[in-house]
């Protein structure tokens, strides 16, 4: 069996779970690819899951309304054993990322982290991740009874319906009491495609001049063609954005059909957290910029009459 294990945001399915359903698939090894699903209130997101899975575990608990690394890595191993898994996906999301190593221990399984390829190679399972901010391809091979994979977000195509929808199965956990407990969360609320969503993602630099040319720029273009947006280190450091929008070594890694650059120099930090989307488009009125190194596209000029010119184009 190839476990998947379910990453949801609001009561839907994200889309690193289609992808990570594509990894499995592509990966060449025996077994049903199963995707479970931890939560609570979680049918609406089961059923979701059902048209790309083969089949679907649904752990529906009290316990698991809210996210805990530890109850996550005692539900997946749980599962994991029962179920006799011989491959767990894993996201590499924050919470992904914390986890997975507890459940590759838990089951004295070798783990691969951040793999953006999976492929079969006899009993051992070779997998691909970038290394020195993504300027080599690594190639890694893990061989045991159980493999633990954490599979980086944007790396495979979102898997599509089979057309036959998966049978849903409801599972018993033996939770450990809680060692950790939530007492407050607090939601970013926008309008906008999250970062990890988004096809397009439009991020701007601190050649953007200000926080309110920001918003007026960098947002105003977002909202124009309907993209997530993004901010450099800097940007964030100095304040002007939260850093959820933070693209880059230290923040988020996106990998959308076209990255805007807007007013952004091209830090290699920042490269490597963007340097695999498929178009990359930058603004910048320093024609020896970085970024240009990595363009698809580049116009030297002033964000300032270049971006509302955009926008203005976008709207029409």
Do not use: C
Not at 29 to 35: D, S
Not at 89 to 118: C, F, M, Q, T
Not at 138 to 145: D, L, P, Q, R, W
Not at 295 to 310: R, T
């Amino acid at each position: 069996m190839i476990l998947i294990v379910a990453e949801h945001t609001n009561g839907k399915l994200s889309k690193s779970t289609l992808e990570m359903v594509s990894a499995a698939r592509s990966a060449g090894r025996e077994g049903p690819i199963t995707v479970l699903v931890l939560g609570q209130g979680v049918a609406a997101i089961a059923n979701e899951a059902a048209q790309v899975a083969d089949q679907v575990l649904v752990a529906d608990h009290a316990a698991l309304a809210q996210y805990n690394a530890e109850l996550w890595a005692a539900a997946t191993t749980q599962i994991a054993q029962e179920g006799e898994a011989h491959t767990i996906l894993i996201g590499g999301s924050r919470s992904g990322r914390e986890y997975a190593p507890r459940v590759a221990v838990k089951l004295d399984a070798p783990y691969l982290e951040d793999a953006i390829s999976l492929q079969a190679q006899g009993a051992a399972l070779r997998a691909q991740r970038y290394t020195y901010l993504a300027r080599v391809t690594e190639t890694v091979e893990a061989e045991g009874a159980v493999v633990v994979v954490s599979v980086k977000p944007g790396s495979f195509p979102a898997a599509e319906a089979t057309g036959a929808a998966g049978e849903q199965y409801d599972v018993d956990l033996d939770l450990p009491a809680a060692r950790v407990q939530v007492t407050g969360k607090t939601v970013e609320k926008t309008s906008r495609v999250p970062l990890g969503e988004a096809d397009v993602v439009v991020t701007g630099g601190r050649g953007v001049g200000s926080p309110e040319n920001f918003s007026s720029l960098v947002e105003g273009l977002a909202d124009a063609i309907g993209a997530g947006v993004g901010a450099t280190r800097a940007v964030v450091d100095a304040g002007w954005r939260p850093y959820a929008e933070q693209v880059g070594q230290t923040g988020k890694t996106v990998q959308p059909k076209a990255y805007i650059a807007v007013g952004v120099s091209g830090a290699v930090q920042h490269l490597s957290g963007m340097g695999k989307s498929k178009y990359i488009v930058a603004i910048n009125k320093d024609a020896e910029a970085p970024i240009f190194k990595v363009a698809d596209y580049g116009i030297v000029g002033d964000v300032n009459v270049i971006v509302p010119a955009l926008i203005e184009a976008a709207r029409k």
